[in-house]
C-alpha cells in the first residue's frame, strides 16, 4: 500500500536529516493523508508540523531537510511543500495503475486481505437474542454489526469463531413458560412458534398489571430454572430451542451463520458458575456484604468512579447475568479450566454447521474457545455490565484478557413516527420516535420487514423491465437477494454509536448509497465484460504484455484510486472495528465506477484505450465483489 511506502521513506529521510534535536524516542507518529485537492497532490503528511512543536524550527524548513533525504523513486513523480509546510505527494499515474491491477488480478478473490491478526484468534459475540419470541429489526441490527465484523477480521487473518449466547435461564424465558402454561393457548396453524410465543409473551406482561401475584409466580420459575429443576429445565431448553431454530433461519436470510451457540443453562449444567464462584470467592476485590439493602449479596468493589460496585450474587443465591459472564468469559480465554460437551445444531452446507453446547447429550469436541481476543458485539446500555466484567477479569488476574475484551457498542433501534403510526402504535404525543417493546408486543419483527422489502423489489423490477426474466425466475436472480441488501446495508452505514430511527419508507429505497445500489454498479461491470464476451469470447488479461495508454483519463484515474485504497481500507477497519469506515469506502468505490462509465468510453475508443478500460472494469468487478462479500451481500451479475 502507497501509505505505508510512503512512512517508510519518510522515517528514513529524518534518519537521514540528522535532527540533533529529535532523540530517537521523540520521534512523532508519521501520519499519511489522502489530499482533499487534486493542487495539493495525492498524499500529504503535517510530518514537519509535528517535528516543529519539538524543535521550534520552521516546519518549511523541516520540510526542505526530509524532502532533501527522499531518494527519486520511480511512483513519486513530484513532492511540494504546501503551506504551513506539508509534504505534498503526487504519484506517478501509469506506476499506479500497473501496481494496482497487477494485485487485483494476481491476488483475485484474496484481494484486499492482510495478516494483521495472522495467528491470533478472535472469538465474536453477537445477536444473543433472548430465546423467547421472533427477532426484530433492532436485534437484526446486532447480527449485522457482528457479522460483518467477523468477515473483515478473516479478511485480516484472523481465525474467528462466531457465537451466539442463549439466555435461557433468564427472566424472559420464565415469561414464556408461565403464558404457556397459564394462558392455555393454542398455536395457530399458521403462525410460527416465534411468532407466538411474541403475542404471549405481551399478553403475559400485560397480565402482570392486573394479577401481580403471577410476579411471584415467575420467580418462582426463575428460582427452579436456576436450580436446574428438571420438570422445568428440559421444557424451557425444548421451548427455547424451536425459537432459537427460527432466529437462525431469519438470519440466514442475510447470509448470518454462527458457529457456537453457547447456552446459559449449560453453563451452569458444567459448573462453570460454581467453579468460577469459588475462585471468586478467594479474592479480596470480591466481598460479602454484611450491612445495608445488599446484605447477604456478593460485590464486586471498584475503585473507578466510572464503575459503581455491583451486585454478582444476590441474598438469595441467585447468580446475576454478569456472574455467569464472568464465568463464560473465563471460559472465551481458555483459562477456567473446564470445557463444554458439544452436539451439532444445523447444518446450511458442507462448509457452513453450527454447533450447540450440550451437557446432556453433547459430546467432546476440541477447537472452541481458547481466543486471543474476545469482541461482544451489545447496545451501548451495556456498558456499565462490560466494564464490570473487565474490571472482573482483572481483578482475578487475567489482565492481559481484560484488555483484549472489547465491547463494540451500537446505539438501539426505534421507529419513525410515521412507522409507529402503521403499526397501530399509540402516537397521540406526535413524538420524533418511539422504542421498541417485546413485553408491549410494539416492534416490526424481521421476516417481516423481509417480505415487505421483497415484495418492493419485485414491483420495482417488473417482468417487462427484465430482459433475462427467464433467468430470475429460475432463481438464479432472487428478489430476496435484492432485499436482505437494503435491509443489511441500511443497519450498517449510520455511524454504529447513534440510534437508529427506522423508517419504513426509506429502508426500502434502492437508489442512492444502499446496498442494491452497490449491486447494481457490480452488475453494470459485469453487463459490460458480458457484452465483450459475446463479441469476442474471450476477456482475458495479459498483463505483461500491457501497455498503458499515453494519457490516462481523470476518471480512470479516480477509479484507480478507490481501487488502491480496498486494502487499507480492510486493514484499517480490522484494527477500529469502525464498520462506517467500509460503508463508506463502499459507496465511493461505487460512485466513481459510474463516474467512469458515464465519462470515459470502454467498447468504442481505440484499442490500447479499450484493452485498458476493460481491464479497469475487470479490476472492479472482481474488487466489488470482494467488498459485497465483506459485508454479507449477493453480488448479481444481473439485475
Known sequence: MIKKQLTKIIKEAIKESKFKELKPNQLPKIKIESSPQIEFGDFSSNIALQIKKITQKSSREIAKRIIANIPKSKFIAKIEIGSPGFINFFIDKKWWAEETLKDIFSQGKHYGENKVGKGKKVIIEHTSVNPNKAMHIGHLRNSCIGDTIARVLRKSGYLVEVENYIDDTGVQVADVLLALKLLKKKQPKSQSFDYFCWDIYSEINRLYKKKPELIDMRKDFLHRLEKRDPSLSSYARGVAKKIVDAHLESCKNFNIFFDLLVWESDILEAGFWKYAFEIIKKNEKFILEDFGDQTGCWIIKSKD??????????????????????????????????????????????????????????????????????????????????????????????????????????????????????????????????????????????????????????????????????????????????????????????????????????????????????????????????KVLQNSGCVEHDLSSLNLPSKLHDSAIGLIKELSYFPEVVEKCAKDLDINIFTDYAFDLAQSFNYFYEKAQVLRVKDDQKEFRLMLVSAFKQTMENLLDVLGIVALERI
Open 305 to 530: 468512579k466510572e464503575i459503581p460496585d455491583k451486585v454478582l450474587v444476590k441474598s438469595d443465591g441467585t447468580a446475576t447475568y454478569t456472574a455467569k459472564d464472568i464465568a463464560y468469559h473465563l471460559w472465551k480465554f481458555g483459562v477456567l479450566g473446564k470445557d463444554f460437551k458439544y452436539k451439532k445444531f444445523k447444518s446450511y452446507t458442507n462448509t457452513k454447521e453450527t454447533w450447540s453446547s450440550d451437557m446432556k447429550k453433547g459430546k467432546t469436541k476440541k477447537g472452541f474457545g481458547k481466543a486471543d481476543k474476545a469482541v461482544n458485539v451489545i447496545d451501548l446500555s451495556q456498558n456499565y455490565p462490560q466494564s464490570v466484567l473487565r474490571l472482573s477479569l482483572s481483578e482475578l488476574g487475567y489482565k492481559k484478557q481484560a484488555k483484549n475484551l472489547q465491547h463494540l457498542g451500537y446505539g438501539v433501534v426505534s421507529l419513525s413516527l410515521d412507522t409507529a403510526e402503521q403499526l397501530g402504535v399509540d402516537t397521540i404525543e406526535e413524538k420524533g420516535f418511539y422504542p421498541m417493546s417485546g413485553r408491549k408486543g410494539i416492534g416490526i419483527k424481521v421476516n417481516d420487514l423481509l417480505d415487505l422489502i421483497t415484495l418492493r423489489v419485485k414491483k420495482r423490477f417488473k417482468k417487462t423491465e427484465r430482459k433475462e426474466y427467464k433467468e430470475i425466475k429460475e432463481g438464479k436472480i432472487r428478489d430476496k437477494d435484492i432485499a436482505s441488501a437494503a435491509i443489511r446495508y441500511y443497519f450498517l452505514k449510520y455511524d454504529s454509536l447513534k440510534p437508529i430511527v427506522f423508517d419504513l419508507e426509506k429502508s426500502i429505497k434502492i437508489l442512492g448509497d444502499t446496498g442494491p445500489y452497490l449491486q447494481y454498479t457490480y452488475a453494470r461491470a459485469c453487463g459490460i465484460l458480458r
